[in-house]
Each structure stands twice: as C-alpha cells, then as structure tokens.
C-alpha cells in the first residue's frame, strides 16, 4: 500500500463545477504539499500546509491531522484548471525531499 | 521565489549510450533533488544531491547507473547511464527555497 493515497484518480466535470480531491496518508508527517502538473511536464507548488486550511484564489486546501487526510477543492472550475493534481508529503521536521501521491488527472470540459 | 531550469528539455537516445541532465537554480540552495516519473506514474525520489559530498541514493537507485554532480550551490547534472528503453521517463529536478518547493520543466526522455 502506497504511503500515500489519492482519489479518485481522473475526475471529468463541467464548467462551474465544485471540484474535490482527496489524499490520505499512513505515516507521520511534518507538512502535506499540494502541486499541479500542466501536461507539459511542469510542476508548480499550489500549498503547503501543516494544520487547518489555506485558501488561494479558487483553490482550498483542508488538513485533518488526526484522520491523516487532505483535501483540495476548486470552487468554479473553469478549462484552465485542467491538469494533475499531485499530493506529496514531508516525512521528517525539516526533510524537504517529498513522498508522492499517484496523482489526479483533472479535466474540466467547457 | 527560484526559478529552476533543465537542459536538455528533451532528447531521444540510443539503447546502452548515457545522457547528462544539467539543472540550474537561480538562488542558492542547501540540497537539490532529482526525480523521475516514467509514464503514468507519479514521481520517485532518485536521490538528494548534496553539494560539497556524495549525493545520498534512495532505494533501487545507484551511483553507477544515476551519476550526479553538485560542484556550487546553484548547479546539478544527472548522468542516466547505459540507457534501456526502461529509462524513458520525464526527470525532474526540484529544490527547496524559503520552505517552497520548486521544480524544473523536466526533461523527457525517450530510450530506442
């Protein structure tokens, strides 16, 4: 079982729509980073979170520590947000290198 | 923020020839990562590159087939050696600036 655990693993929706994407995780953490891959290959850090939430333009990123569960939401999605959706965590206080989800393809459909 | 980049950004090689990635930060950085990402898959840790000392290997990866420089705090090369078609993969490299991460585009890489 992989440490860490993302779904669903390809979401299609509508434009407008409420967009949700989990990631669970089995092993003690110091942060939980959320990243987006564009299909060129390009990946960009979205969060990095600790506790509670963190909000960024449409973009929400929730923490539960207690149940080791993430989620990103994406309020009125639009095409541009079309992409993979990566959560990757930081195992150790301080360790920068990450553990990585499988990640979400993400299409958004006008 | 920093701003990594990769040369080559992609390239198509031969069975059993090498090919040396090189990775450029833009600020200096205590430790710079290489990943790969084969197709489909997520990314896995190939090792830490450490500047001044030998870079630190994860699991299933070694030195002799993963050679990696770190001559200044700006600079890495990945060498990915004796290349099988099993190679082909994107390989990235990422660094860590006030606690953000940060990756190059990549370099895909495609083994005949």
């Known amino acids: 079982k992989n440490e860490v655990e993302q779904s669903p693993q390809n979401l299609t929706a509508q434009e407008g729509e409420f967009i949700t994407i989990n990631c669970s995780y089995s092993v003690g953490i110091s942060a939980l980073h959320w990243l987006q891959q564009h299909p060129g290959g390009g990946i960009v850090s979205l969060f990095m979170l600790s506790s509670g939430k963190k909000k960024h333009g449409r973009l929400i990123a929730t923490i539960n520590i207690q149940e080791k569960h993430s989620s990103l939401h994406i309020t009125a999605s639009h095409p541009r947000d079309s992409a993979v959706y990566i959560c990757?965590?930081?195992?150790?206080?301080?360790?920068?290198?990450?553990?990585f989800g499988q990640g979400t393809r993400l299409t958004i459909n006008p | 923020s920093a701003v990594i980049s990769q040369k080559p950004s992609r390239d198509i090689c031969q069975r059993g020839t090498s090919l040396t990635i090189q990775c450029q930060v833009d600020?200096?950085?205590?430790?710079m990562f290489w990943y790969r990402q084969q197709p489909g898959q997520s990314l896995t840790l190939i090792a830490t590159?450490?500047?001044?000392?030998?870079?630190?290997?994860e699991s299933g990866f070694v030195i002799d087939k993963f050679p990696i420089s770190r001559p200044n705090l700006t600079f890495s090369t990945l060498t990915v050696s004796n290349m099988s078609p099993e190679d082909s993969s994107i390989y990235l490299c990422s660094s860590v600036f006030y606690n953000e991460q940060f990756f190059g585009p990549g370099t895909r890489l495609t083994v005949l």
């Open positions: 990757a965590v930081s195992r150790y206080q301080g360790a920068q290198k990450l553990v």
């Open positions: 590159a450490n500047q001044g000392s030998e870079a630190t290997y």
């Open positions: 600020s200096q950085v205590t430790m």
